[in-house]
């Protein structure tokens, strides 16, 4: 069995692992951005948070 069939239909399965910054933008903007508009505002607004959502992105990554 592989992991992709073991899960939900609803659940979608990343394949891959960017870095905690590309996790964070995509995460925040909800997809491919030529500029980062919204993440920058983001980060510029919330920087307690910006920095805890990274550091899970960042344990996130180095346990796959």
Not at 11 to 22: H, M, Q, R, V
């Amino acid at each position: 069995n592989n992991i992709k069939s073991a899960l939900p239909k609803n659940i979608p399965l990343i394949g891959f692992s960017g870095s905690p910054w590309t996790l964070a933008a995509y995460s925040i903007e909800g997809k491919s951005s030529k500029d980062f508009l919204v993440t920058k505002n983001f980060i510029d607004h919330n920087e307690k948070e910006t920095h805890l959502f990274l550091k899970d992105f960042w344990n996130l990554a180095n346990h796959l």
